[in-house]
């Protein structure tokens, strides 16, 4: 899929830049890499060294990627003092080499070889911080297409076809949104991109802002032509100041180049697109706090409807879609909505990024075609607990979602079916659980988190998630009575039925889903537990 | 002027398009129990006692700020709705100190009457005792958080009505609190134009005339509604 430029050198090592490699030491790799590159002779056009984005298996960065014309070998958490011995081995080409062999990664790894790249496709390929690169890579071309060659319907059509949903967590189809905002009365209107992806254990958006930028502004601007809006907004929480560095980049390079501002690329579109960055309320990520936070206003949600779609920022018509969405929607309009379409269930096409972490072998980003099943995701592909003990548990959907028990891995991952489970897809976040973890502890700790990130406009929210997380407390200090248990479900139902914004309404979810699949743990925090109400 | 009809409970109502279920709700002669709502400021549905039951509907809907449509089908008093009512009082109570016998507005309190309303006798919540402050800074008023139930009317009336904005709301989730000014004690707000508005909306005595004792605040939250109506009508109801 990828139309590597004409200028690639035959050899090149690509190394991975993204905060997770980061964080391992792949500046002082690259540095070692650079200096053992030029100790040994060898210019930049024999070997490239190219910094990259995310190259998925981020528990073993940080992580360079060896291209030859022998094909590409992958290595992992190589120290800097291997340096020499890495870049004789690709400049040879020879893969053999007994030194690395600890850091050597198998490429037929199910963890890479079940994968499918769409939204992620340049993630690892482009230098996130050239836009050369991604264009050399293809990257506004589609853009460029749809401004010359196609009307708004027509590319709104594309995205209907495709069956795209939401990324951010409510599944909404993307392109009924599209129409919604695209066909509200004559007027000025807006599209934001939602990058407040604050779920505990989601780093897809943050994977896409730092590896392949370009992409996403690419879907903005091509979302603003289907949709008419000439000025758009990325919301990017502060916490990730990588990829607010890497975007604001990015949009001065498309600025420079012609593919933002002013009558982009010869034609009479125009579109601004500025970066907003959040001040750490994860309730910003709510579609209509975040609209307020914009505006420069407290981030507090409001009741809908009215949907954004219809009066959104400073009353107008706004789109909003999550950064998997956006980047999506290059791909959809290159190879068309019905290839979109041809992947994933009936109900929920395409692919899913998910973040995949906790008690699993390989922990990193993950690519797979809707309706997956969670064991392949978590078994096949996570490789399991690192000891080789049972899974207990797969926590998706964040402090919005639930537990899912190991007997129901074999569902498959598409929005209904998680939803069924009293789990829900959420952004992507999933974190795996060995049998030693304590649900009512799972539980307390994403209350904990809700009671955090509470704005505390609605009273079931602000009073009721604290009420929650002692009654949580007592089970966890196993101090807990029949009527605690009684308490904890009637709250629980109160509070998803009568809070004002989504944040509210699921964070009961840990506690009822962990409810639902492992009761016997909560009466056994019971002091006496016979005396249980059975549900 | 067209006109829906509507049943709520039941009963069919006929009440002008563009209003609100809350008015439905009046025209049916239902009462249903209101913090957060004033007639005259904006409806913000935030204290979620005004929820009702939409048929064709799974979602529960504030009827201050959901919009009556023609054929709606609407229940105020299912035994779901009233459990929940009584429980989200329960944790109005649970979260800040209220202590009727020392208030202000003992015997005249919003919060006090939505109780009896719903039939709360006591919490079944532990309460959670706040370390909360007062602020009587100003020469005129006073503010005791202890008492604020974060209904934001005086946010909002100060903002909507008196155009001072004095009032905000400050901090996150069970530590939300009504700031004054940028966060300053309400005597050093210059934009306060003591004009006791905040005073009259507060349901609960967390804002107050300093001369007043226990039991001796009056409320005046009518008035939010006869200055709207003066203003965009031109009709002086107290004349």
Redesign the interface.
Known sequence: MSSSGSTTPARQLRCCGASGCRSAGSEELQAALEAARDAAGHTAQELAIKPVGCLRLCGRGPLVACDGPGGTTLYGAVPPTEAGALIEAARLGDHGNDTLQTSRLDPQLPFFALQSSVVLEGCGQVDPESIDDAIAFGTYSQLRRCLHELTPEEVREQVKRSGLRGRGGGGYPTGLKWDTVALQPPGPRYVVCNADEGDPGAFMDRSVLESDPHRLLEGLAIAAYAVGADRGYVYVRAEYPLAVERLRKALQQARRAGLLGNGIDGTSFSLTIEVRVGAGAYVCGEETALLQSIQGQRGMPRPRPPYPAQSGLWGAPTLINNVETMAAVPVILREGGDWYASMGTAGSKGTKVFALSGAVTNTGLVEVPMGTTLRSVVEVIGGGVPDGSPIKAVQTGGPSGGCIPAELLDTPVDYESLMELGSMMGSGGMVVMGETTSMPEVARHFMRFSVNESCGKCVPCRAGTVQLAQLLDRFVERRASPADMAKLDALCRMVKATSLCGLGQSAPNPVLSTLRYFRHEYEAACRQPALCEQP | MSVITLSVNGKEVAIPEGVSLLEATRAAGVDIPLLCHLDGLEP?????LC?VEVEGSNR?M?AC???ASEGMAIHTHTH?LL??RR??VE??F??GNHICAFCVANGNCELQNVAVQVGMDHS???Y?YPQRVVDASHPLFAIDHNRC??CTRCVRVCDEIEGAHVW??G??????HIVAGLDQPWGEVEACTNCGKCVDVCPTGAIFHKEDTTAEKLRHSDRPALLKAARDEHVWRNQ
């Open positions: 913000v549905g935030a204290c979620r929820l529960l504030p700020t959901t919009a779901q459990d929940y429980m989200a944790l109005f649970a979260e079944r919540f532990p959670q139930i974060l905000d709301v901090s996150r989730g069970s530590h939300c």
